[in-house]
């Protein structure tokens, strides 16, 4: 089993920059990882996904604006979010996936099979 810690949630202005961060734990090797938000009152959605051979894939809505990233060294997921938009508050999980088409999974989150409890982020205007 994997496990999933996010942190560095936090409470920022629009146009401002926040770093996520997700240690893994566990049986992690063959999984894809990825970042997954939950906007309040809406549906859970993909914003960023790695394979396990480091390519990656992002939701429209962040393109050019945000980053995943990784340290193997440190078994480390990261998400660098620039020009932070109010409309990116939400609930950010940590999140893996085993098998299956991975450019896909960034578009289905009910794909995924292991979720971390979930960082804070709010962006005020």
């Known amino acids: 089993q994997v496990q999933l810690v996010e942190s560095g949630g936090d409470s920022v202005q629009a146009g401002g920059s926040l770093k996520l961060s997700c240690v893994y734990s566990?049986?992690?090797?063959?999984?894809?990882m990825g970042w997954f938000r939950q906007p309040p009152g809406k549906e859970r959605e993909g914003v960023a996904t790695?394979?396990?051979?480091?390519?990656?894939n992002y939701a429209d809505s962040v393109k050019g604006r945000f980053t995943i990233s990784r340290d193997l060294t440190k078994n480390t997921l990261f998400l660098q979010m620039d020009s932070l938009r109010p409309e990116a508050t939400a609930m950010f999980c940590c999140?893996?996936?085993?098998?299956?088409?991975?450019?896909?999974?960034?578009?289905?989150?009910?794909?995924?099979?292991?979720w971390g409890q979930g960082t804070l982020v709010t962006v005020s205007s």
């Open positions: 566990g049986h992690y090797s063959g999984y894809y």
């Open positions: 790695i394979s396990i051979g480091g390519s990656t």
């Open positions: 999140a893996a996936k085993r098998g299956g088409a991975f450019m896909a999974w960034v578009l289905n989150p009910r794909e995924t099979q292991i």
